[in-house]
């Protein structure tokens, strides 16, 4: 394994004002920074895992570089392509000298973070989509921090090495091997106290008895046990908006959860909703 650099400072990521980031996770991302290893976090769908790889780039103000997996998704994607359907129509019609294969190379996002000047932040979002042998085709990599363009025979490493942000939503398991290479972190789901703090800063000037109100109806709903799929941060964010841009009265919130299809998505779930409210005749808790 490559002994990390230590020619240059270090940066050290403490949360932004957008980003309330826990004691917990502030630790993971510096530890990771620290050793220079990849920061792998789980956690439920909405608690904030891309959105931890935007914060941690705006507060160390560097450029940020994103993967989006896909099930077709391939490990050398992210290195770089050969366009050879470039070279062929240069050959066929242009007057380009072809036989300069490097122009016809194009760096992937993981490429483009090796091959920088500066300190980047890659981020490898959902990694668990693509196929179960696509974390093991980037030990190397991520490990050495290099790789070889095997058209040109050139070996690129980073001189500044990344701080790579991978995340899982944990559909499907990852190798140990990967997972030996990487700070791992999960982000536990913020309790009341916390999305209070995370809703004032989406939304600072709601008042106080709505918020609160809201607060109770939304996480009664994800303790009820047959909703399957439970609400997130984000969704509570965006049906806080609701709330605020129509009016709604506390009194109406005590009695009823308004605009419910901006918190559950599933039809199964809304039906149970609809069951419950039948059967207690209100949803006073």
């Not at 998704?73 to 359907?85: H, R, S």
């Not at 990852?174 to 789901?189: E, G, K, M, T």
């Not at 009664?220 to 609701?242: C, G, H, N, V, Y």
């Amino acid at each position: 394994m490559t002994t990390p650099s230590t020619s240059t400072a270090l940066p050290t990521f403490s949360g932004t004002a957008a980003y309330l980031a826990p004691a917990d996770l502030v630790d993971a991302v510096n530890v990771a920074i620290a050793l220079e290893k990849p920061l792998l976090i789980k956690g439920e769908p909405g608690t904030g895992k891309t959105r931890l790889a935007e914060a941690v780039a705006d507060q160390l103000g560097l450029p940020l570089l994103s993967w989006n997996i896909k099930s077709t998704t391939k490990a050398k994607d992210g290195l770089y392509i050969y366009d050879t359907v470039a070279r062929l129509n240069d050959a066929r019609f242009g007057d380009h000298d072809i036989r300069d294969i490097k122009q016809y190379i194009k760096f992937g996002p993981l490429g483009r973070s090796f091959v920088s000047e500066t300190r980047q932040v890659l981020l490898i979002d959902e990694i668990d989509k693509a196929d179960l042998e696509f974390p093991n085709d980037l030990l190397h990599e991520l490990d050495r921090m290099s790789f070889v363009v095997d058209e040109t025979s050139e070996t690129h490493t980073a001189k500044l090495r990344p701080i790579v942000i991978i995340t899982s939503n944990n559909e499907k398991e990852l190798p140990d091997a990967f997972l030996r290479r990487c700070v791992f972190h999960y982000i536990s789901f913020p309790n009341e106290a916390q999305m209070k703090d995370i809703a004032r800063v989406h939304h600072p000037h709601v008042e106080d008895q709505l918020l609160q109100t809201a607060l109770l109806r939304f996480y009664w709903l994800r303790k009820q046990p047959d909703i399957r799929k439970k609400p997130s941060t984000s969704e509570f964010i965006d049906w806080m908006s609701a709330l605020q841009k129509t009016g709604v009265a506390v009194e109406r919130l005590q009695q009823d959860i308004p605009f419910v299809g901006l918190l559950l998505k599933k039809e199964t779930d809304v039906q149970q909703l609809i069951s419950m409210k039948d059967t207690t005749r209100g949803l006073r808790m």
